[in-house]
């Protein structure tokens, strides 16, 4: 849903390649359908969940399967709400509060008039928004069926859709550029279309708001996340692993766990013996403590290593 959101709105932006007028034709439509209330409410709430869910993963997540893309695709998703924050309070929320009417002629004035250091911050956003977005449908898609005959295209498409929304927003905000003037200004930034300063006002303090409790909750994610590994390296813990990974993966780290146990691991909370037998573990962590590990020999390590994992944090 977000992504079929970003789709629309480049495409919305590639217009502005055609004219000022292809571009108001463009949101016609394009609010039509995003502001439809089931839809607003629906799209607001994945946005929600999505960035609540990215700010678990950061608590959460021990492993990452793919080792580059997985961080970078967390690293980039978070990144998206702290650069866009202050255009979606400035638009949505303007609307909301006061009615205010931002369309084009208007965003395009403040980016490209008011405050042209926020161009390459919106192209910045438009740049990670958009990978994060493909790469997260790749590791939906790439296992379905049709997945490779269709790749080059999504490819082309990825790489089109970006480019031209990005030449559109180019060439529209020199449109503004080229046509601002009294008449201009007096037509398309009336206090019904932008607002009033004191109105600005708040809708920027609200952005800083905002922008610190999103900051707030990273925070805390990571200090949550160093809590936890003090805790356990306190405790003698050198790996947790969710075994939440589907049956097979459960049962292959539970044959993997008994052939620890008949090495002399001890398993703690003894989780990881009924791991394989009894699907309702799957869920569940598995823990091995540093100090197990110590009495066991290279022949045990190995079996670690097998499973992918780091033989010398056994040490
Ligand atoms: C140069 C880049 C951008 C420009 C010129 C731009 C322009 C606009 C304009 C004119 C509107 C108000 C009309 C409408 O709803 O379409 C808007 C709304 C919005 N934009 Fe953008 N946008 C840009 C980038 C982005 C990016 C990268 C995202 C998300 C990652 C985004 C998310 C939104 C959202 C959520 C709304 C509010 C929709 C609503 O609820 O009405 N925009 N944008």
Redesign the pocket.
Known sequence: MLFA??VS?FL??ALGNISMDALAAG?YY??AF??FLPV?IA??TA?LVHAGLGIWALYQRRQFRWKAIEPLQLVLGLS?PML?IA??IG??LG?TLYGHE???P???FL?WVSAPYRISL??A??TI?WVHGCIGLYLWLRMKAFFKRAAPFLLAAAVLVPTL??LG?YQ?GRNVVDNDSVDWRKENLTAQQVGTRAQQQVLDRITDYALIGYLGLVVLALLARGARAINERRRGMVEKEPTDLGTGQAQRDAAELDRLAAGGVALVRGQLGVAGLQQNAIGRYVELLGRDLAHRGQHALADLDAAGRDGDLAG
């Open positions: 959101y970003l709105h919305n932006h949101v394009h609010t995003w502001q607003a799209f607001y946005a998206v866009v255009h979606i638009v949505r609307q931002k369309l084009y208007q965003v395009l980016y919106m192209l956003v438009m928004a929304a990005m927003f529209g």
